[in-house]
């Protein structure tokens, strides 16, 4: 595979994804270099929605296609915003108004553990009956009141208590090394690797 779309706009996951798969001399691709939709969401599980996005992809472009769906998971709030988290305050989306909304739904809580989640799916054609499959997990807790300037999402609001700093304070390496999508990702470069001749 020396080539794959990436089924995502967001530039914050492209980034990421990018760095972690140019050493495999794989050459990424934005979905925005083609001229195709999003892919539709119907979905109630992360994987779900990854192998949708992925499928979609891969049939618009004739290439190998990577699809990740990932989100924000609060105990407290039954595992909310969950696959909802990029559109948690509805329509358009607005990181701002999806972590305002987030606070004020744990205002009044003392237990505000949460976690990331990334499933990423990997087709490498539409119709792959043995897509790669991995995810991987990030805790953490919500603050009321952002901190740090880097990231994306909901970055300045996930505290590590381990590190004192929230996702949004840290370098991008060491975001890439330990975070959900970090995780996942490697998992994902280590199954490529084990199918290169």
């Given at each position: 595979?020396?080539?794959?779309?990436?089924?995502?706009?967001?530039?914050?996951?492209?980034?990421?994804?990018?760095?972690?798969?140019?050493?495999?001399?794989?050459?990424?691709?934005?979905?925005?270099?083609?001229?195709?939709?999003?892919?539709?969401?119907?979905?109630?599980?992360?994987?779900?929605?990854?192998?949708?996005?992925?499928?979609?992809?891969?049939?618009?472009?004739?290439?190998?296609?990577?699809?990740?769906?990932?989100?924000?998971?609060?105990?407290?709030?039954?595992?909310?915003?969950?696959?909802?988290?990029?559109?948690?305050?509805?329509?358009?989306?607005?990181?701002?108004?999806?972590?305002?909304?987030?606070?004020?739904?744990?205002?009044?809580?003392?237990?505000?553990?949460?976690?990331?989640?990334?499933?990423?799916?990997?087709?490498?054609?539409?119709?792959?009956p043995r897509p790669i499959i991995a995810d991987?997990?990030?805790?953490?807790?919500?603050?009321?009141?952002?901190?740090?300037?880097?990231?994306?999402?909901?970055?300045?609001?996930?505290?590590?208590?381990?590190?004192?700093?929230?996702?949004?304070?840290?370098?991008?390496?060491?975001?890439?090394?330990?975070?959900?999508?970090?995780?996942?990702?490697?998992?994902?470069?280590?199954?490529?690797?084990?199918?290169?001749?």
């Open positions: 595979m020396q080539k794959l779309v990436i089924a995502s706009n967001n530039a914050g996951k492209l980034r990421e994804i990018r760095l972690l798969l140019e050493p495999l001399g794989i050459e990424v691709l934005p979905q925005s270099a083609f001229d195709f939709p999003e892919a539709e969401e119907p979905h109630c599980t992360f994987v779900e929605n990854a192998l949708a996005k992925a499928r979609h992809a891969s049939k618009n472009t004739g290439l190998p296609a990577l699809a990740d769906d990932s989100g924000i998971c609060v105990n407290i709030l039954g595992g909310k915003p969950g696959i909802l988290s990029a559109r948690y305050a509805g329509e358009p989306k607005s990181d701002e108004r999806n972590n305002q909304r987030l606070v004020e739904a744990l205002q009044n809580q003392s237990d505000r553990r949460a976690y990331y989640y990334c499933v990423i799916a990997l087709l490498r054609h539409p119709e792959d991987g997990s990030w805790h953490g807790e919500i603050l009321l009141n952002p901190r740090g300037n880097g990231g994306f999402g909901y970055d300045p609001y996930f505290f590590l208590a381990n590190l004192d700093k929230t996702a949004a304070e840290l370098p991008m390496e060491q975001k890439n090394r330990i975070s959900h999508r970090g995780k996942a990702l490697a998992q994902l470069v280590e199954r490529i690797r084990q199918e290169q001749p």
